[in-house]
């Protein structure tokens, strides 16, 4: 079965540095999420993308954050100048319309951010 | 706009027996209900789907949930717990199915012990 994937499965990074995440949809799928959860809490919504923009955005995603697809087969999410409260895992998935509204979104197994 | 509350965090159970996880959710439009389980160290795996179709809905692993309109539930129950059920729960609400986003609850953790 298709899966999204994400790189890396672990990110250390120094506080203030610039971290980007990769992920790769499932390749027929056109609408691409990112969703973060910070250690013993519940997953958030971050943002949304779909025909080369974002869709949707929570208030978490502030102008640190940004998301690309800089080809056909990745979807990153960037954060310019990391702050300890950064450190969460971050979950990208996709969904494809054609699989209609009753089908769920497909998730990664993440990219665990550490900000030290 | 929507939102999801799962009640009690964690949930002790004996291996053998019943598993009751609840969600309760709030939505002004019929709403999309899913329940993703989280194994330790792993991404969110889809448990089962509500979509109007059914509600009653039977899901992957032996679960199972029912869709109550009327008390604004889709509770998660299993007959039989065994030791690899042990995980994060999470209820997720969409106001429009996959293509918007999900609102999680806060996550039920459930340890089964022998």
């Known amino acids: 079965e298709p899966e999204v994937t994400q790189t890396p499965s672990h990110q250390v990074t120094q506080m203030g540095q610039e971290v980007i995440l990769r992920c790769v949809p499932i390749?027929?799928?056109?609408?691409f999420y990112w969703y973060r959860q910070i250690l013993g809490q519940k997953v958030e919504f971050l943002v949304s993308?779909?025909?080369?923009?974002?869709?949707?955005k929570s208030e978490i995603f502030d102008d640190q954050f940004s998301v690309e697809r800089p080809d056909g087969s990745n979807f990153t999410l960037k954060i310019r100048s990391t702050k300890l409260e950064d450190s969460a895992m971050y979950f990208c998935?996709?969904?494809?319309?054609?699989?209609?509204?009753?089908?769920?979104?497909?998730f990664g197994d993440g990219t665990r951010l550490s900000i030290l | 706009a929507q939102s999801v509350t799962q009640l009690g965090s964690h949930v002790s159970v004996s291996e053998g027996a019943l598993v009751l996880l609840r969600c309760n959710y709030s939505?002004?439009?019929?709403?999309?209900l899913f329940w993703y389980v989280q194994y330790p160290n792993q991404g969110l795996q889809l448990l089962l789907k509500?979509?109007?179709?059914?509600?009653l809905v039977k899901g992957i692993n032996g679960f199972e949930a029912e869709f109550k309109k009327s008390e604004t539930s889709f509770h998660l129950t299993k007959p039989s717990a065994h030791m690899s059920d042990a995980a994060e729960y999470f209820c997720?609400?969409?106001?429009?199915?996959?293509?918007?986003?999900?609102?999680f609850g806060a996550g039920t953790r459930l340890a089964v012990h022998p």
């Open positions: 998935a996709s969904w494809d319309r054609e699989e209609g509204p009753d089908q769920p979104q497909h």
């Open positions: 390749s027929n799928h056109l609408y």
């Open positions: 993308f779909y025909n080369n923009e974002i869709s949707e």
């Open positions: 939505s002004s439009v019929p709403p999309y």
């Open positions: 509500y979509t109007s179709a059914a509600t």
């Open positions: 997720a609400v969409s106001a429009s199915g996959g293509y918007n986003k999900l609102i």
